[in-house]
């Protein structure tokens, strides 16, 4: 039965003034019809209350996807950070609802870490690789940002230099046909600098379980213009085409042409940033917080890379969690050089807000807030972390960290040659501590199971140095990010406990 009340959130700046509006995004499992507003009431300031507003102090308006409030009095202090909006939730007699929640249905979905640099080019076209959970799924919706992932400071969520409009279809391989998106009715959606998310009208299609199917997507704009970027081609077949063309070339099948006046990439291919849509039944749906050894930095080949899976770890230990191929839906909310507290408000409030269609959290992040920050503050950050994916109903899984090596006297060819970071040496005050840490939390209920690749890529003899064959940079480059080789051995363990993830 649906009762009780419900929090949204919104995030604002600045004092709360009578006539001001502020809107709170519906959460994707409740409409507007399954809330009331009589016994409303505002919390402001996030975990620490500055004040309460009462029913007589705002009104509310219900709308399909957002509560819009406004303010009826002046409020003497500014909030914090965050504003809480308490509504009650209309009972199962008078709003039943047997539709399958909505959730995340397609692998190798990539938060915006870059926008391209200014050129000429007038319009960007992109083709990318995903792949269905195994079960069967409809009701398809694109998730476009007209954001992008800052990359210095780790990731602080910048607005797009610019307006864009979209386009998109879905490319299936039998029979090859391409199905268009539709934003609001209309083939155009468009993407206004610093807002949230574009998301497609349900395109009403029906795709048997572990589907791999193509996600073709249009920026067109004026000369000049500046796309939000994610992904590197993991498949062939997976590109963009910047170009001057007048004319798109999505709606139809096959690889993009190279146009006249175009010219073709493979790294950072703009794109939708999560597929939605409904499960015959839900299946896990997982959520990457990452820096940039998960997003793949140091994994130099494809080779073992199937259809619907990328670089990385992770990616690669989520490609069979069944057996037989089937993939469970991800998302990857980070970027290289992030730390844990890039993931807490204010830097991540659209991206946080994506965790209402996942089931699972993999939390990999953590490295560089020990290598630049104390243990105790590194604790701190995943704790809150971990307490805000539980609070969005997440089961929460932390990666354990990795060896981080400062020096080399023979390029990785041997333990010997290796000079842990300082508190990354076996016995040292950061790295051993944290992961004890971890496991312990785990023990005590405070999060819900681990992931741990150290087995597969730490020297067992040496602890706190990679494994090594003799051959120069066999497990690492650069001391901090595993080889493809050792990511391919570190997915093991991700897949281990992916295959027991239930919902």
């Known amino acids: 039965m649906r009762s009780g009340t419900t929090f949204l959130s919104a995030y604002v700046s600045g004092a709360i003034t009578a006539g001001r509006s502020v809107t709170f995004p519906i959460p994707p499992w409740l409409s507007a019809t399954d809330l009331q507003t009589e016994a409303a009431v505002i919390h402001v300031g996030g975990g620490s209350v500055l004040f309460s507003a009462l029913r007589g102090d705002f009104s509310v308006v219900l709308q399909s996807a957002v509560a819009r409030v406004t303010f009826l009095r002046d409020f003497p202090e500014p909030p914090t950070s965050e504003l809480r909006l308490e509504l009650g939730i209309a009972s199962a007699q008078t709003q039943p609802s047997s539709a399958p929640r909505l959730q995340l249905v397609a692998t190798c979905s ?4 870059a926008q391209t640099a200014s050129d000429a080019s007038s319009r960007y076209e992109s083709r990318v690789r995903v792949k ?6 409809s009701d398809l919706q694109l998730l476009y940002p007209a954001y992008y992932l800052l990359s210095s400071g780790g990731g602080v969520e910048t607005a797009l230099a610019n307006n864009l409009a979209i386009g998109a279809a879905i490319e299936l391989d039998t029979p090859a046909k391409h199905v268009p998106a539709y934003f609001q009715g209309k083939l155009q959606g468009a993407l206004e600098a610093g807002a949230g998310l574009v998301t497609s009208d349900p395109i009403g299609i029906d795709l048997e379980p572990s589907t791999a199917f193509w996600v073709r997507s249009d920026f067109p704009g004026a000369p000049g213009l500046q796309v939000p970027t994610g992904r590197n081609a993991a498949v062939n077949g997976e590109s963009f085409v910047k170009s001057t063309e007048a004319a798109t070339q999505i709606y139809g099948t096959g690889l993009l042409a190279a146009r006249t006046t175009g010219t073709v990439g493979s790294n950072g291919i703009p794109g939708p940033i999560a597929v939605i849509g409904r499960a015959e039944r839900p299946v896990p749906a997982i959520a990457i917080l990452n820096d940039s050894i998960a997003f793949g930095s140091g994994d130099a080949s494809n080779s073992g890379i199937v259809a619907g899976g990328n670089y990385g770890f992770v990616p690669r230990g989520l490609q069979d969690v069944d057996g037989a ?6 998302i990857m909310i980070g970027r290289s050089g992030g730390n844990l507290s890039n993931f807490l408000t204010p830097d991540a409030p659209r991206r946080m807000a994506l965790l209402h269609y996942c089931s699972h959290a993999i939390v990999q992040a953590g490295t560089n807030d020990l290598a630049s920050q104390s243990l105790a ?8 972390v971990w307490a805000a994916c539980r609070r969005r109903g997440l089961k929460v899984y932390q ?6 090596i400062a020096s080399t006297t023979d390029t990785y060819a041997s333990a010997a040659g290796q000079v842990p970071a300082a508190g990354f040496e076996a016995g040292g005050g950061k790295r051993d501590p944290f992961n004890a840490w971890v496991r312990a939390c785990v023990a005590d209920g405070t999060i819900d199971g681990l992931i741990d690749p150290n087995p597969f890529v730490e020297d067992s003899v040496n602890p706190g140095k990679w494994i090594t064959n003799g051959v120069a940079n066999y497990p ?3 001391g901090v990010h595993p080889s493809t080789a050792l990511h391919v051995l570190a997915a093991k363990a991700v897949a281990a406990v992916a295959r027991t993830f239930t919902v």
């Open 110 to 113: 990539f938060i915006a870490n």
């Open 132 to 137: 269905s959970p195994p079960v069967a799924v």
């Open 325 to 330: 191929g089937g993939m469970w839906p991800w």
């Open 377 to 384: 503050a590194a604790q701190s950050s995943a704790l809150k």
């Open 399 to 404: 990666v354990l960290i990795f060896p981080r």
């Open 476 to 478: 690492t480059a650069d």
